[in-house]
């Protein structure tokens, strides 16, 4: 399966969270364009805008302005743990139809905004901050105050929040425990057995599962794995932070022995794996107490640039990288465009 298709699988389970479907477009997408280009008008910018519904299914609606026609696709929120898929829709979309882009929203950063621009990728939101460039139209509006209610993707269900995610991360890891005994599976992830239970009831609710006799299957594996990226760098991560610090003396990193349970991830093991990214930030997962860190060469350091993780799993395939899945989440998870492109080649090699 390519990384196209998937980015398509992605988009159908954002599409699965709305209600009130109207056609193929909801009304919360139409919501979002009417407030959006009503505060645009509402704060200076009184010229002509034209929203049509699209045609077809790449993108949502065809928005004029001023004469000019993008293609425009509606987004609840972009944020930095999303913004590899929504950059990736955006750019196919811009790849497939002879229109510039734009993307609407109720909520982005201006970071996040800019670097959309960037990419040539024409941005507004409910708030009416703006960014569209194209041709001789120029409208860039700052510091508009945003709107944040309910502006956060919404994951459903037991299976992406924690304990899900954990056990999620060993499934796709290691596809042959789908039918190991459930005390098997707590040998491999790191939760106790009534979260397993729940995790295997929810996989078989949601469509996941496929049994033939007496053997279990992961169906839809690409769609599990946009899921659980975006979950986990959303809910999980964030409770793994141990710490930040530097590399003593300035010594060059490739020179850093990892002993113990710890474990390159995000850049460094993107490097590691294919040479394509070389890394400017560095991640470590670990179980190992800190001091053993700085035996490897590492000092505490409120600034620097390594990120020390809990190591969440129990089991791993590699001396010193992270599971291949999990450096793909790290990359997509970072908001910067070099990781994303880093990561699609990941995705494109296999996850």
């Known amino acids: 399966m390519n ?59 065809n928005v004029t302005i001023d004469g000019h026609g993008f293609a425009c696709m509606v987004k609840n929120s972009v ?24 993307l609407i929203t109720k909520l982005i950063s201006p970071n996040l905004m800019d670097e959309l621009q960037a990419n040539n990728i024409n941005t507004l939101d409910v708030s009416g901050n703006t960014s569209i460039i194209h041709d001789t139209l120029r409208i860039v ?33 290691n596809p042959d425990m789908i039918n190991y ?6 040998e491999i992830v790191d939760v106790s057995l009534g979260s397993i239970t729940n ?27 946009d899921r659980w990226v975006i979950a986990y760098n959303e809910a999980l991560k964030p409770k793994l932070f141990l710490t930040r610090m530097s590399f003593n003396d300035n ?51 409120e600034s620097g640039n390594v990120f020390v ?3 969440f799993w129990k089991s791993n395939n590699s001396n010193i990288l992270v599971p291949r899945l999990l450096v793909y989440a790290d990359l997509m998870g970072s908001g910067y465009n070099r990781n994303i492109e880093a990561a699609q080649k990941l995705a494109k090699d296999g996850l």
């Open 79 to 102: 944020t930095k743990n999303n913004f590899g898929f929504v950059l990736s829709q955006l750019q196919e979309i811009t790849r497939k139809e002879n229109l510039p882009v734009l």
């Open 3 to 61: 990384f196209v298709h998937y980015i398509c699988m992605f988009t159908k389970f954002e599409q699965e969270q709305k209600m009130n479907t109207v056609g193929t477009i909801t009304n919360i997408e139409r919501d979002v364009v009417d407030q959006a280009t009503a505060n645009l008008k509402k704060i200076g910018y009184l010229n002509d805008i034209e929203v049509i519904t699209s045609k077809t299914d790449s993108y949502d609606f």
């Open 251 to 301: 010594i060059p990193w490739q020179s850093v022995q990892l002993a113990g349970d710890t474990y390159w991830g995000g850049e460094p093991a993107s490097y590691l794996l294919n040479g394509f990214l070389l890394p400017e930030d560095f991640m470590i997962y670990t179980r190992e107490k800190i001091g053993q860190l700085v035996r490897s060469g590492l000092r505490p350091d």
């Open 141 to 173: 509006i700052k510091g508009e105050k945003s709107i944040r209610q309910q502006a956060t993707l919404a994951t459903p269900g037991r299976l992406f929040k924690d304990a899900g995610l954990k056990f999620l991360f060993g499934i796709l890891t």
């Open 181 to 186: 005994t459930y005390r098997e599976m707590q």
């Open 309 to 311: 993780y809990n190591k």
């Open 199 to 225: 995790s295997m009831e929810d996989i078989e609710e949601n469509g996941f599962l496929i049994k033939n006799g007496n053997k279990r299957v992961l169906s839809r594996r690409k769609e599990i794995i």
